[in-house]
């Protein structure tokens, strides 16, 4: 598990650290490993922060979590070094607003194809005049209900926007993207990626492997930080060969599908 940078949250009492503070690691020795949340319970999620993941994704959008859920496991992940990064549905200003105000520091929007979809999301997590979100600090567990001094002019500065690449028009404007002021880093999705380029499941395509090295390039030229989904170990060793910074190599539910189906078989004919 890594070691948190003593700037950015650390500077502001009482705002939880988020994934930029783990950057830049200490000469590369240990890469930032983290895995997706994606059933909701917050035992599930307590257990992975214990085991010594860098991060958790808490993911909104492809699993049923209601806001409700995502603050249950982010109290629980709190506990722990472990950070809690939150994934939303969409890139949407009122979404986002409210994933915020629940005390999301890391937030991941999904689908992000254009400058100008980088740019709305970066306006989302910015308070006016840099941006749009909406002013409700003193309702919300992201201020500590009006408990943490200058929240309002300092925000910003502890929250992490990351955007995801995830469809070949993403790759090809991937440079234009990464310079988009107020994004911090970018996350690559491999398998709708290669859905995009019409190589669906066929995540460790070489034309695929080859665009997602092509992302971990362009966003380390721009001077932000570059992960990427890739479950399968060797898979995600040879993007972190190539220069990723994070990985996300697992999902709760997966491993309790694969664990409990292997013990089955262990015990079948």
Do not use: C
Request: no cysteine.
């Amino acid at each position: 598990m890594q070691s948190f940078r003593a700037e950015g949250a650390a500077n502001l009492p009482g705002a939880l650290p988020s994934l930029r503070d783990l950057f830049p690691l200490a000469d590369g020795e240990q890469p930032v490993i983290g895995i997706f949340h994606s059933s909701g319970d917050p035992t599930a999620a307590e257990i992975l922060a214990g085991t010594g993941f860098d991060y958790l994704l808490i993911d909104g959008e492809h699993s049923p979590l209601s806001l409700e859920t995502i603050q249950s496991v982010l109290r629980a992940v709190a506990a722990y070094p472990t950070l809690g990064m939150v994934r939303v549905p969409a890139n949407d200003e009122v979404l986002i607003k409210q994933y915020l105000d629940l005390g999301v520091q890391t937030l991941v929007v999904p689908m992000v194809d254009s400058v100008e979809e980088a740019q709305a999301a970066a306006r989302a997590v910015a308070y006016p005049p840099q941006g749009v979100r909406g002013v409700g600090s003193a309702l919300a567990r992201s201020g500590r209900w009006n408990r943490i001094p200058d929240y309002l002019a300092r925000a910003r500065e502890t929250i992490t926007l990351i955007v995801q690449t995830e469809s070949a028009d993403s790759v090809a404007n991937i440079r234009e993207i990464a310079a988009v002021e107020g994004v911090d880093g970018v996350f690559i999705g491999p398998s709708d990626l290669a859905a995009s380029m019409g190589l669906l499941g066929q995540q460790t395509h070489p034309e695929v492997v080859a665009a997602v090295k092509h992302v971990i390039t362009e966003v380390k030229a721009a001077g932000k930080f570059v992960g990427v989904n890739a479950f399968a170990q060797d898979q995600a060793r040879d993007y972190l060969t190539a220069g990723a910074d994070f990985v996300n190599v697992g999902a709760d539910v997966a491993l309790l599908a694969n664990g409990s189906r292997a013990l089955l078989e262990a015990f079948q004919k």
